[in-house]
């Protein structure tokens, strides 16, 4: 008989708990306040509402939530963005006691019992379970402005978080629809789910409930003149840009770009070339920014020193990166690069080399031994080199994004003229102006502003949900990769997505070892 653990799937359905932080359910199981006591609560206290979905956002960036204090790694959703683009080709790395994502490069996390999975399952469901708290408590057709501004947060992270599990754990949209993906788990089934556990829901069902939740949460923040306090909340505009996201993978191109445009009618705009000819990304005030992690100086991931994104990623702050764990950039890629764009400095050059540092930055880097083609996109907190207060905020969302989505839609809906003026203008008036986009073929243009992807978003958590998405090799044969983890994976392999981890299977009593993906084959190096 499969004992039942107090772990992830288990732990979550079970308890509803905000990690310490919520306020709307206050025991474990077998006490957990009725639904009905809970309404009474939000209608005595709406403040409770407001401290639940703050907790949620605080979710995002949280250390030792999944595996605990000992581990570096386990630092919220920037840990899922490390791991992987990590696993991909464009962001660079060494297989060292100091990398605390090896595993990622080496691909040995293709196992059910390797961390990198059971930290993005138990980071994604523990923001779940907080986001099903809210929701099971506001009437969706309530008319008070403010209940109508959480929910409609709740609603909008619960499906960021499905779609980041839905592509990690099963393959992209099109074509498996009806395979398995992930238990789903709402605020409609959670009590059955609790005693029973949940079988993997399919692929299609899976996105059906992310792009319900995200119809909610525009419809939602269409009817509420409530407007966030900070950048750490959903806006009518993120949700927008989730929404775009997610037609993406699913191929529904001409609802992806009109997606695209309405989450670029806001307040934000893009970075200018003066904006990033410089060391940045670190301040969700930018007016680029339009969702992101906001971090304050004593939050526990930063008073750790070390156990946060900056940490892992920077190459002018004190970290792991600092001591020899450096983040390079793919070398074909960077040779790829125009000297005329401004974003070439945002690596060293094979010289060690970068226009866009100053003297004392470049004497830094130098000092310190960073490689050639090693990261200077990420700044350092409050400018300060060597700086050991890693409290920068991370990118969720910007706009530049937006513009990238709606060529890509633009050209697979059948207008190519029109993406790669997209493209064109995008380029020419933010990072380059003597970019040309001469491609006339469909598949030219898109794979044209699939290159701006990896350029742009580098190190930003999106180039490996590319790869799955568009159907692309992990080719990292000149990408500057050590030989034994010089890869040339095809498109569609196994090691390509996730087993769930195995504590997944022995704590939810619906799934058995037969309910897993199959186990794949680790990938074997190739010839450069």
Not at 429 to 458: F, G, H, M
């Amino acid at each position: 008989m499969k004992k039942i653990k107090y772990t992830f799937l288990a732990s979550a359905l079970v308890a509803f708990s905000l990690a310490g932080c919520n306020d709307l359910d206050t025991e474990p199981l077998g006490s957990t306040i009725t639904t009905d006591q809970k309404e009474e609560a939000v209608a005595a206290n709406p403040d409770r509402v407001e401290a639940s979905v703050t907790a949620i956002s605080s979710m995002f960036s949280q250390y030792g939530n999944i595996l605990g204090e000992n581990q570096h790694n386990d630092f919220g959703y920037p840990t899922i963005m490390l791991w992987t683009d990590t696993r991909g080709m464009d962001l660079v790395s060494e297989v060292t006691g100091y990398n605390w994502f090896s595993s990622a490069v080496d691909y040995a996390d293709i196992q059910h019992t390797s961390a990198g999975p059971r930290l993005i399952w138990g980071t994604l469901y523990k923001q779940i379970n907080s986001t099903n708290a809210v929701t099971a408590v506001i009437d969706p057709e309530t008319d008070d402005e403010t209940l109508l501004f959480y929910l409609a947060n709740a609603y909008a992270v619960r499906a960021f978080d499905y779609f980041t599990l839905a592509q990690l754990f099963q393959k992209t949209y099109v074509g498996n629809e009806d395979k398995p993906c992930v238990p789903l788990i709402t605020e409609e089934n959670m009590d059955a789910v609790a005693a029973n556990g949940c079988k993997r829901a399919t692929v299609k069902d899976v996105y059906a409930q992310i792009m319900s939740d995200l119809d909610n949460a525009i419809d939602m923040l269409s009817r509420t003149s409530i407007t966030r306090a900070d950048k750490r909340y959903v806006s009518l505009e993120v949700a927008y840009g989730l929404r775009a996201r997610v037609n993406l993978v699913m191929n529904n191109w001409v609802e992806a770009a009109n997606d695209a445009q309405m989450a670029m009618q806001g307040d934000a705009v893009p970075y200018s070339m003066e904006d990033v000819d410089h060391p940045g990304f670190s301040d969700i005030e930018d007016a680029a920014w339009m969702w992101g992690i906001l971090v304050s100086e004593t939050d526990r991931v930063v008073t750790t020193g070390i156990c946060n994104f900056p940490s892992h990623m920077g190459s002018l702050n004190y970290g792991y990166a600092s001591v020899g764990a450096w983040r390079c950039v793919n070398q074909l890629l960077f040779d790829a690069i125009p000297s005329t764009d401004v974003r070439k400095g945002w690596w060293l050059d094979a010289d060690c080399y970068s226009p866009n540092l100053t003297q004392a930055q470049q004497k830094y880097a130098y000092d310190k031994g960073c490689y050639p083609y090693t990261q200077m996109k990420f700044g350092c907190y409050q400018d300060v080199l060597g700086q050991s207060t890693n409290c920068n905020d991370i990118p969720l969302m910007r706009i530049e994004e937006m513009y990238l989505i709606l060529a890509e839609a633009q050209v697979m809906a059948g207008d190519v003229t029109a993406a790669a003026n997209t493209l064109q203008d995008f380029v020419r008036t933010y990072r380059d102006p003597q970019y040309t986009c001469n491609s006339t073929e469909a598949e030219e243009v898109r794979n044209a502003v699939w290159q701006q992807r990896r350029i742009e978003l580098w190190g930003e958590g999106f180039s490996y949900f590319d790869i799955l998405r568009m159907n692309k090799n992990v080719d990292r044969r000149g990408a500057g990769f050590a030989p034994e983890v010089t890869f040339n994976i095809p498109a569609g392999d196994d090691a390509l997505i996730f087993c769930l981890p195995e504590k997944e299977i022995q704590s939810n009593p619906a799934l058995t070892d037969t309910d897993n993906n199959p186990t794949p084959t680790r990938p074997q190096p190739v010839a450069e």
